[in-house]
Structure formats: structure tokens, C-alpha cells
């Protein structure tokens, strides 16, 4: 009877320990899918969250948690990073997108400047 009590924490343990892992660093992860930022996104996401006054006393702790798994997960992904690096910008960045899908279908318009 003991026994099987010890495995179902045990079990119970090893549950809880996924579900915190499939949860660490979520700013790395959500920089990733994205476009191309740089070297580690998610590391200087939640830093970022962390020195903004604008941001709600209830994110700092939740970002402060996230970081130390975002840095590990950053630097896995560092090699991927560094792949991308040498990719155009212009791809990733939704307004230079719009801005040459509008030169493509307005050719006869020229425009003087491309940034506002």
C-alpha cells in the first residue's frame, strides 16, 4: 500500500515538473516565432518588462520567473539565431511588407520616402 502511494506522488511530481517546463521561458518563445530580432529576444523581453515603470505589478513576477528559463532557451537557440542573421530584414517586418505590396500595385506612384 505504501508503495503505491509513493509512485503516485512520484508520478504526481514528475506531472508537475512538465507543466512548469512546458511554461519556462515564454518570452523566448513568442520572440522566436516571430521574425528575426536579434540575439537573445526573450532573455532582453523580460528584462525589458522588468525596467519598464509602465508596466503592471502583476507581470514583474511572472517576468522575473520567465528569465532565467528565457537565457537557457536563448542560448539553445543561439545557433538558429545566428542562421537568420544574414536573412533581409525587410521580410520579417510587417510595414516594409505593406509598404512593397503598395509599391507593387501602385508602380505608376512614385514615393518620395519610404518612412513617414
Not at 61 to 69: T, V
Request: charged fraction near 20%; hydrophobic fraction near 35%; include cysteine.
Amino acid at each position: 500500500m505504501k508503495m503505491k502511494a509513493i509512485r503516485t506522488y512520484h508520478l504526481a511530481g514528475l506531472l508537475a515538473c512538465c507543466s512548469l517546463s512546458n511554461t519556462a521561458g515564454c518570452s523566448s518563445v513568442m520572440s522566436h516565432t516571430g521574425g528575426s530580432q536579434g540575439y537573445y529576444p526573450g532573455t532582453r523581453a523580460s528584462a525589458a518588462i522588468l525596467t519598464d515603470d509602465q508596466t503592471s505589478w502583476a507581470l514583474k513576477p511572472l517576468a522575473l520567473i520567465d528569465l532565467p528559463f528565457s537565457a537557457v532557451l536563448d542560448t539553445v537557440l543561439l545557433p538558429w539565431d545566428y542562421a537568420r542573421a544574414d536573412d533581409d530584414k525587410s521580410i520579417d517586418s510587417p510595414r516594409e511588407r505593406v509598404l512593397r505590396a503598395e509599391g507593387l500595385s501602385h508602380p505608376q506612384q512614385g514615393r518620395a520616402d519610404s518612412t513617414p
